[in-house]
């Protein structure tokens, strides 16, 4: 989100969680100390949204000062963090959501999970991302989604909790959810006109089309 004016369109569109991102370099980033970003935060607030901060390689005092500023509900970790970072962000009462960057193409379950791993066992949600190389983020590139749901059938109950991103736009989302058994998604260029501003109209069919994937699930 870059305006107040973003959230109420997420807001009216029936969508459940808003990012927030503290990354510098990425064309979305927000300061988190700015009085827009405190608007905004509250607009989502009085949505009723989830809050989600978006972190890339902050240091531990960074995110929790930002995490008790802003009361966010969920850290989402999308750089090279380390699991002892999370395992503290959730013992002093955060809940983490942490990207794991996948190669794009057909997955066996096992090197899903060795891309994974030691946070299989960090007590975090998992956010599938497609690895666009030196930039933290999918790149808009899509994963191969029936990789994702062998992985997900293969592991039953133990994969609850994850989101699927990458690539995801009105058009793809329904059979994307579909394919992949998604109950999350993400979105962030699908749903922008230029790169970086979120657009209306955009937010309001992805919503309706991920309404659409349910059905068919």
């Known amino acids: 989100m870059r305006s107040v004016q973003d959230v109420w369109a997420v807001a009216d569109a029936g969508a459940d969680a808003v990012g927030l991102n503290f990354y510098g370099p990425s064309v979305r ?12 935060n509250d607009a989502a607030r009085q949505a009723g ?32 963090e380390p699991v002892t970072l999370a395992e503290e962000l959730i013992r002093r009462g955060g809940r983490v959501l942490r990207a794991i960057r996948l190669p794009r193409g057909n997955l066996e379950p096992g090197q899903i999970d060795a891309a994974i791993g030691q946070w299989n066992d960090a007590g975090v949600s998992l956010l599938l991302d497609a690895d666009a ?4 983020g999918g790149g808009g590139q899509s994963l191969d989604w029936p990789s994702i749901r062998d992985w997900a059938d293969r592991r039953g109950e133990s994969a609850a909790g994850w989101v699927l991103a ?3 736009n009105p058009e793809n989302v329904p059979e994307a959810i579909r394919i992949s058994g998604a109950t999350s998604v993400d979105v962030a260029s699908g749903v922008e006109q230029p790169k970086g501003q979120k657009n209306a109209e955009k937010i309001r069919q992805f919503v309706a089309a991920v309404r659409r994937g349910e059905e068919a699930l």
């Open 29 to 40: 980033s927000l300061n988190p100390d700015a009085d827009e970003t405190f608007q905004i």
């Open 133 to 136: 190389g030196a930039s933290f």
């Open 166 to 168: 990458g690539g995801l």
């Open 49 to 80: 949204l989830i809050q989600v901060g978006l972190f890339v390689n902050h240091d531990l005092a960074f995110i929790q000062r930002v995490v008790e500023s802003l009361q966010l509900d969920w850290i989402q970790l999308h750089g090279d």
